[in-house]
């Protein structure tokens, strides 16, 4: 079978499983969070944790949970890297460095999994397990109840409550995440993922060299790092190393894990607002984009041979960094929806991407994770442009825009415009401050273009939690560690309160009927205009950071 | 001066949460 044919059967195969999960999954997901019946387990832990299941939350105190538990986990992750040589199964590793320990914490509590480190030289078993593993379903769940907690905002009325933090994270965590991955860290590790605390065992090569083979818990590690959104692998070369990925089929499922709870959760939408098709306008959004996106990478990836570059076209691609096991076009299609979402797992090297296919892979990651984006994230993410769409359409024929029965008046476009300014503001300051000072320039080691958008890419991943890298920054500089976890820090919490702040106002409205002039927003107008201000929003904002760094080698 | 030291970063920390939980109070002020 040719490689442009395989990769065509395992997209085809990878719709038809999501498509198949849509419904029963999103549906599940809506029972979690809506039901009043709480598991024995959920029960004993809210009395040891001595939180009132029954207390419901006004929007700040639902925040002010979340950045204080993030808090907490900042600081115990930081303390668990940095005392790690006193811990059992470190495996010989020293104490992480005070700038790596903080950046690696900031990263996996805000679901980032940027990785300064290679995970196989630098964390033990225990730090890898009890530390990031931990973080990499708490941070999933934290974005997955903000998503809940703004649905509720749309179905509640008259009301400044939009639920308990503690109680929708303990179920998230209890009846989705964890279920979920035993089953996929099961099959990865049926399918080769290796699963064992065996110690790092040094062997002898046949030219005489020593090589160390690492071992560790990688399957169940693996399914949570891929369906959390998270990113972060337990070696440095993440889904392209053999044993996170074991074969063309573990590719092709963790992709699949990467997109399931975000292409649901809009069914988990539909559900709670009680109108399915609201949810299918919105996933039908998600899936367009990700397929413009799989479509675009896949075609600059495969066709960069023409027209004059003879290795590549020799190969039928562009192969540098692409894992030879898997090929082209299952590298195009897990660099898209890695940056779809907001995982950051890679199979192949972005950094090795051709010119214009690392170009939408940084415009992808732009879009501010909402096609379908990270788990949660990428749901309030797009229920804010939707919004943001309806009040554009309301301008247009002079009413005043609603968006399921909630008016969108003067305080909700506040909220929309603090959130979408948010991003572009952080990443773009980081990186004009990092090309405009010695440090920054420092650790820029390609020149021209390619220079540009590795520091955009850099920061656009790290404020959006995607958490994938172009490899030719040196981001381990200190520079680097220390801004890049306050980018992190407020890419990801301070949209999260902007999220909220809207969400409260929305629950505090009485709903109004729909009349002959509101704008129907299940139907394929409304998809094309989400589509369509979610490109001139993207394209406007960073146009000329794209246009200077990718297009411009492209082109070049 | 070096800064690389786990007091440097415990204060980034609190710095960091503090902004945010600034802006939530600034949001709350807005409200009213």
């Known amino acids: 079978m040719s490689s442009a044919a395989a990769g065509w059967l395992q997209f085809g195969l990878l719709v038809a499983a999501l498509a198949a999960c849509y419904v029963p999954l999103g549906n599940y997901m809506a029972h979690i969070f809506t039901t009043d019946k709480d598991w024995k387990i959920e029960r004993f832990l809210y009395r040891l944790m001595g939180i009132d299941r029954r207390a419901d939350h006004k929007w700040s105190t639902y925040v002010?949970?979340?950045?204080?538990?993030?808090?907490?986990?900042?600081?115990?992750?930081?303390?668990?890297?940095r005392i790690q040589d006193h811990l059992m199964l470190s495996e010989g590793m020293t104490n992480?460095?005070?700038?790596?320990?903080?950046?690696?914490?900031?990263?996996?509590?805000?679901?980032t999994n940027w990785q300064n480190y290679a995970g196989e030289s630098t964390l033990g078993y225990v730090v890898q397990m009890s530390g990031l593993a931990v973080q990499q379903f708490m941070s999933a769940a934290v974005g997955l109840?903000?998503?809940?907690?703004?649905?509720?905002?749309?179905?509640?009325?008259?009301?400044?409550?939009?639920?308990?933090?503690?109680?929708?994270?303990?179920?998230?965590?209890?009846?989705?995440?964890?279920?979920?991955?035993?089953?996929?860290?099961?099959?990865?590790?049926?399918?080769?993922?290796?699963?064992?605390?065996?110690?790092?065992?040094?062997?002898?090569?046949?030219?005489?060299?020593?090589?160390?083979?690492?071992?560790g818990p990688v399957g169940s590690m693996e399914a949570i790092k891929d369906m959390g959104n998270n990113g972060g692998g337990w070696f440095n070369t993440n889904s392209a190393h053999p044993f996170e990925d074991p074969t063309p089929f573990t590719?092709?499922?963790?992709?699949?894990?990467?997109?399931?709870?975000?292409?649901?959760?809009p069914r988990a939408f539909g559900k709670m607002v009680k109108d399915n098709k609201?949810?299918?306008?919105?996933?039908?959004?998600?899936?367009?984009?990700?397929?413009?996106?799989?479509?675009?990478i896949s075609f600059f990836e495969a066709h960069y041979g023409l027209g004059g570059a003879t290795a590549a076209h020799l190969a039928h691609g562009a192969t540098e960094g692409v894992e030879t096991r898997f090929g082209t076009p299952a590298c195009s299609l897990f660099a898209a929806s890695t940056t779809v979402t907001?995982?950051?797992?890679?199979?192949?090297?972005?950094?090795?991407?051709?010119?214009?296919?690392?170009?939408?892979?940084?415009?992808?990651?732009?879009?501010?994770?909402?096609?379908?984006?990270?788990?949660?994230?990428?749901?309030?993410?797009?229920?804010?442009?939707?919004?943001?769409?309806?009040?554009?359409?309301?301008?247009?024929?002079?009413?005043?825009?609603?968006?399921?029965?909630?008016?969108?008046?003067?305080?909700?476009?506040?909220?929309?415009?603090?959130?979408?300014l948010t991003l572009p503001v952080v990443i773009l300051t980081a990186a004009g401050l990092s090309i405009g000072t010695h440090q920054g320039q420092a650790a820029i080691f390609n020149p021209g273009p390619h220079g540009l958008t590795e520091v955009v890419y850099a920061f656009a991943s790290m404020a959006n939690n995607n958490g994938s890298a172009f490899a030719g920054l040196g981001s381990a500089a200190m520079w680097y560690q220390t801004v890049g976890g306050f980018v992190m820090l407020f890419g990801r919490f301070a949209p999260e309160i902007f999220a909220l702040g809207l969400a409260g106002a929305l629950a505090r409205q009485q709903p109004v009927p729909a009349s002959a002039g509101t704008i129907s927003t299940k139907s394929p107008l409304f998809v094309g205009m989400v589509i369509a201000v979610v490109l001139v929003l993207v394209g406007l904002t960073y146009f000329p950071a794209l246009a200077l760094g990718p297009i411009a080698e492209g082109l070049h | 001066m070096n800064f690389n030291t786990d007091w440097f970063y415990i204060v980034m920390t609190i710095?960091?949460?503090?902004?945010?939980?600034?802006?939530?109070?600034?949001?709350?002020?807005?409200e009213r």
């Open chain 1, 64 to 81: 002010k949970s979340i950045l204080a538990f993030s808090l907490v986990s900042v600081l115990f992750l930081y303390l668990l890297q």
């Open chain 1, 145 to 215: 109840v903000v998503a809940i907690a703004m649905i509720r905002g749309f179905i509640r009325a008259k009301t400044d409550r939009l639920g308990n933090f503690y109680v929708d994270t303990t179920r998230a965590v209890i009846r989705l995440l964890i279920p979920l991955s035993i089953v996929g860290g099961l099959v990865l590790i049926a399918s080769g993922a290796i699963q064992n605390f065996h110690p790092y065992e040094t062997y002898t090569t046949l030219s005489g060299a020593h090589q160390t083979i690492p071992g």
């Open chain 1, 251 to 265: 590719t092709v499922f963790e992709i699949f894990l990467l997109l399931l709870i975000p292409f649901a959760t």
């Open chain 2, 15 to 30: 710095v960091a949460f503090g902004v945010l939980w600034l802006i939530v109070k600034g949001v709350e002020r807005f």
């Open chain 1, 278 to 296: 609201q949810g299918y306008a919105l996933v039908a959004v998600m899936v367009i984009i990700w397929m413009l996106a799989v479509g675009g």
């Open chain 1, 342 to 420: 907001s995982t950051g797992a890679v199979n192949c090297f972005h950094d090795s991407l051709t010119p214009f296919g690392g170009g939408i892979a940084l415009f992808d990651i732009a879009l501010g994770e909402i096609a379908p984006g990270g788990i949660g994230a990428g749901m309030y993410g797009i229920l804010v442009l939707a919004i943001v769409t309806v009040f554009v359409a309301g301008l247009m024929v002079g009413r005043t825009p609603e968006y399921l029965g909630k008016k969108i008046r003067p305080v909700e476009m506040k909220y929309a415009a603090l959130y979408f």
């Open chain 1, 96 to 111: 992480v460095p005070p700038d790596t320990a903080w950046n690696t914490a900031d990263s996996f509590v805000t679901n």
